[in-house]
């Protein structure tokens, strides 16, 4: 019997099939969100990401955030605080995720939503900082082009994409060079190894394309010897860009 069978349900098939023991079932959701076993999976990192990521986020545009997805730990209640008064849109497609940040956050100016990343409820230009947190190695390559084609849509120019997460292809990383290292992870994380062959800023490019927008890196930082990175991506008005060339 296929245990994910049961936690489909309205889930996308990858996020059943090969992380329903990571997301869906709740005593592994009450077990991840741990800091130990966060900092461990993120090969004691986390803190380093999250401070990155927050550091960055400090000086994205003001503005409507979105947090693409839920996060284990403590990153919601973070960019809560950062935000004051102002709301934090926090969009995932499993339930009990949405729980667990609302019983972390336990602020009214967080607003969760319960969507799929890949075709978001929001209409064009509404935000100007959205965050995707660990989001895109855990998608096949389709999933990851509708969700970043989503992020362009939802996104007005002049707005910025944080995106943290593993860095490209890291060959001279000795997670990466150990065969037994590099089987473990990415049978633990089966797209993981499509990502690190994507070119990210190409994709953004083209999804941006039909919406008249271009991405442009603003900041990119290296974390454990470039294993991972945080980099921010702004918005810009393609059609200005045009306009120019004439
Ligand atoms: C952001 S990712 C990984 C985060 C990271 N490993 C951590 O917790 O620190 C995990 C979240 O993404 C959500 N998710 C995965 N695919 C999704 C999709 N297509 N739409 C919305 N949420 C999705 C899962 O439900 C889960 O809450």
Not at 10 to 33: E, I, N, Q, T
Not at 158 to 175: C, D, F, K
Not at 186 to 212: G, K, Y
């Amino acid at each position: 019997m296929k245990i994910y069978r049961y936690f489909l349900d309205g889930m996308p098939w990858y996020l059943a099939k090969h992380y329903w023991w990571a997301y869906l079932w709740p005593s592994a959701v009450w077990f991840f969100d741990h800091q130990p076993v966060i900092n461990a999976i993120l090969f004691f990192q986390y803190h380093k990401l999250m401070q990155t990521t927050l550091n960055c986020f400090q000086t994205t545009p003001n503005g409507r955030v979105l947090q693409l997805t839920c996060v284990y730990g403590c990153l919601t209640p973070k960019l809560n605080e950062i935000l004051g008064k102002q709301a934090l849109h926090l969009t995932d497609v499993a339930e009990v995720q949405l729980h667990l940040a609302r019983s972390k956050s336990q602020t009214l100016t967080l607003r969760p939503t319960r969507m799929n990343a890949e075709q978001l409820g929001y209409k064009n230009n509404v935000f100007h900082t959205v965050v995707l947190f660990f989001l895109l190695h855990e998608m096949p390559h389709e999933a990851r082009v509708r969700t970043l084609s989503e992020c362009m849509r939802v996104l007005a120019p002049g707005g910025s994409l944080l995106i943290t997460e593993y860095a490209p292809q890291p060959v001279r990383h000795w997670l990466y060079r150990l065969p037994f290292c590099r089987w473990i992870l990415t049978s633990l994380e089966p797209f993981l190894d499509s990502l690190w062959h994507e070119d990210i800023e190409a994709l953004l490019n083209e999804s941006a394309n039909p919406f008249d927008k271009r991405v442009e890196v603003i900041s990119q930082h290296h974390i454990f010897f470039s294993f991972y990175s945080v980099t921010e991506y702004r918005v810009i008005d393609g059609s200005i860009e045009r306009f120019d060339d004439l």
